[in-house]
């Protein structure tokens, strides 16, 4: 992965992706999918399920397959500004993208119940219905945004770092669905794996796999936490944090501060004590000041 030099002027889109956790026998473990080589957002790298918000995750029919009214959905992103379709189209979005590219479905019957893998896999040979929501309808499901907790928000910096795109993304945590596990849609996506956070980043710093800082920032902040359990109560705790990551060169080394960095522009710290406020460029690699290994 080269760095990328560009200014992009262009207002960030609105995305949506969707950190999916398990427990598993070394602790907690995330889902990382590899994207297509040949995609124009992030080729090879690995990244959390999710993607563009498009008009129909706000639309009429969406919304009315939610397990609770879009009023309590959008409640939980505590951004009043965004419209009540607006802030719970990204729940939509997360979820759908995420089926989309892994096969997980984070829905619900009619009864409450979590669909089997014999429903999931029929869903899965329905997924090319024209829409998303109407696939849900189809099969008896409401999508189970109680399950997904809002974790943070990243807004691309006007100078991205490794692509020339720019994107306001939503990322929500959640657990992977009893009886569900990942599989490539081949097309977007070429692999999944399940790793513990800090096995993904021992080969992203043993140059095995590539990973953008959002990906990097998340996975050390994801850690700090002994199971999903810990991570969900958390989350559920302190709300979204929001992130506006700021790039600037120092000794010939690109480096991108966060918030309660002394570089950064404005005062205050919203990612926990324990993580770095910073990433530099090294060796084609963002790395904190003290190096990966130290959070091996």
Not at 48 to 67: E, H, I, M, N, Q
Not at 145 to 165: A, F, G, L
Not at 252 to 265: H, S
Request: aromatic content about 8%.
């Amino acid at each position: 992965m080269e760095l990328n030099d560009a200014v992009v002027d262009t207002p960030p889109r609105d995305a949506a992706s969707m950190v999916l956790l398990r427990d598993g026998a070394p602790g907690l473990q995330v889902l990382l999918l590899r994207r297509h080589g040949a995609s124009d957002v992030l080729g090879g790298a690995w990244v959390f399920p999710g993607g563009k918000v498009d008009a129909a995750d706000s639309a009429a029919d969406a919304l009315a397959l939610l397990d609770c009214a879009p009023q309590q959905v959008a409640a939980l992103l505590a951004e009043p500004d965004l419209t009540v379709e607006a802030a719970a189209g990204f729940f939509v979005a997360a979820a759908r993208e995420t089926f989309e590219e892994s096969g997980v479905l984070l829905a619900r019957r009619a009864d409450g119940a979590i669909p089997s893998a014999v429903e999931v896999v029929a869903a899965l040979a329905d997924e090319r219905a024209p829409a998303f929501a109407p696939l849900l309808a189809r099969h008896g499901l409401r999508l189970d945004t109680q399950s997904c907790v809002p974790w943070s928000r990243w807004i691309t910096p006007r100078q991205p770092s490794v692509m020339n795109k720019r994107f306001d993304t939503r990322f929500l945590l959640a657990v992977l669905p009893p009886g569900q596990d990942a599989c490539a849609d081949e097309h977007e996506i070429t692999e999944t794996r399940w790793l513990a956070p800090r096995e993904a980043l021992w080969l992203y710093a043993r140059g095995e796999i590539d990973l953008v800082p959002p990906q990097i920032m998340s996975l050390l902040h994801l850690a700090l936490y002994r199971d999903t359990a810990a991570a969900l109560a958390d989350a559920r705790a302190r709300g979204p944090y929001r992130i506006e990551p700021c790039p600037f060169d120092e000794a010939g080394q690109r480096t991108i501060c966060y918030p309660g960095d002394p570089a950064y522009p404005k005062a205050g710290r919203v990612l926990p004590e324990a993580l770095p406020t910073r990433l530099t460029w090294r060796d084609k690699r963002f790395t904190p000041p003290e190096g990966l290994q130290a959070w091996f």
